[in-house]
């Protein structure tokens, strides 16, 4: 792996550590996906997440049916119209989960050095003796020695909550473990995760099809979190799985690698997905925990090269309950951004957090005051020096663009784009000013109907570090002339002085296609 300098801007001047943090439209570059649930379903609660900086809505499946999400989402929608703020969806699938089904919900104890049971039989009741749970095949998976960990939530390192168990026997279906740490199990679902070993369930279950085919087809869903993707066939599958749905042929599928075997076949899965979520909390299961920092740091160098979000998991676990995260965490954000990771994902945090606005607003803060010294220079020559020459037509315009932005000072780079992938490829490049994406809808017909498409690619570039959308009117179609691109453009210089970030005599750089040529020019705002 290439050496990581810390990408750091030598020296850091102590006094602008005690500047105060300027508030501004865009509260950080990097992206929050904020997962709704039972904190975090009014419309109040959503509105205070949309205006703290969350840009994309997680909908969990693993617990939940979907009248609850579809509530859940409707709320959202409410919430987007009266902050103005746009909002990507996510469906998260439940995937090769096992899982302990505790039908009474009773809380069940464990003490330490006590054993208890897991078995197939789902038609038992849970106790302290017995755990039945939704995989036939564990028996089979596991030998004596082996590890299990048991939670509501997974294993958090909290050992009240969750469970470590190794394994005694094998006998018939059934395995007897013995309990390593007294916890108390609370709720209907426990994950179970068994450590690097290969578990026989599909990706995309039964259960996981139906929620796409019904509830993400009605909600026209951006995104599609893939749990538990192990092999680049996973994303292939699902992909072919989508295209046969419509509108979800345009969903992107990002992969979610929670486990050694995903690690195993990253690069393949990166080459098939559209972008990449690390599932911190289970990897930190399946891998020592001194091998993760070294993981995340170079999954992450990876997707930037590609220029695919990365999206990293389980940041702030402590402000689940506190309004201050430790000083750990706030750390860790800041690496994350400093690794180059594109998008922060809160789940227990927002989901059943006491605090969801709160988290997400200081999560924010912290992400702005990384970016402050990521090292754009560096981070500029890897990537061409990753790309290599001859350069396509399109990267060598999206560096280019952002060259020149950093050479002028620009305040902002805007990027017509029908596709959205002319303004990923500029974002690619880790621009220290933002990035407005205009997205010129396409008008596309199947000969009963006209429509215009583009909504999808603008609510999918909310995602990506640095890329702020806005749709144009549908009343100058892509292939307009270039006054109509001038007025487009007027509208986007005027979105961006209302929201602060260009001032007069600012100079911002525009990158767009006339005809068959794609050009980037500097504009010096005169009043």
Known sequence: MHSNHLLLEEPIRMASILEPSKASFFPAMTKIVGTL?????????????????????????????????????????????????????MLDTVGAEMQVVNKSEKAISLQQDDHVVLTPDKGQEASSQLLPINFDGLAKAVKKGDTIFLGQYLFTG???????????????????????????LA???????????HIDLPTLTEKDKENISTWGVANKIDFLSL?????????????????????????????????????????????????????????????PPEKVFLFQKAALYKCNMA????????????????????????TDVANAVLDGSDAILLGAETLRGLYPVETISIVGKICAEAEKVFNQDL????????????????????????????KVKASVIICFTSSGRAARLIAKYRPTMPVLSVVIPRLKTNQLRWSFSGAFEARQSLIVRGLFPMLADPRHPAESTSATNESVLKVALDHGKA????KSHDRVVVCQKVGDASVVKIIELED
């Open 37 to 89: 649930g039972p904190r975090s379903r009014s419309v109040e609660v959503i509105s205070g997440c949309l205006k703290a900086g969350m840009s994309v809505a997680r909908f969990d499946f693993s617990w939940g049916d979907s009248e609850y999400h579809q509530e859940t989402l409707d709320n959202l929608r409410t919430a987007i119209k009266s902050t103005k703020k746009l909002c990507a969806v």
């Open 158 to 184: 909290s050992e009240t909550t969750s469970v470590w168990l190794e394994v005694d026997k094998v006998d018939g279906d059934d395995v007897d473990c013995k309990i390593k740490n007294s916890a108390t």
């Open 187 to 197: 709720g209907a679902l426990f994950t179970l995760h068994a450590s690097q070993i």
């Open 227 to 287: 749990s538990y993707t192990r092999h680049a066939q996973d994303v292939r599958e699902a992909r072919e799985y989508l295209s046969k749905l419509g509108d979800l042929s345009q969903t992107q599928i990002f992969a979610k690698i929670e486990n050694v075997e995903g690690l195993t076949h990253f690069d393949e899965i990166l080459q098939e997905a559209d972008g990449i979520i690390l599932s911190r909390g289970n990897l930190g299961i399946d891998l």
């Open 307 to 330: 220029g695919k979000p990365a999206v990293l998991t389980r940041v702030v676990d402590s402000m689940t309950d506190n309004l201050r995260p430790t000083r750990a965490e706030a």
């Open 379 to 406: 981070y500029f020559k890897k990537t061409v020096k990753y790309v290599g020459e001859p350069m396509s037509h399109l990267e060598s315009i999206a560096s280019s663009a952002v060259r020149a932005a950093i």
């Open 499 to 502: 929201s602060g970030v260009i």
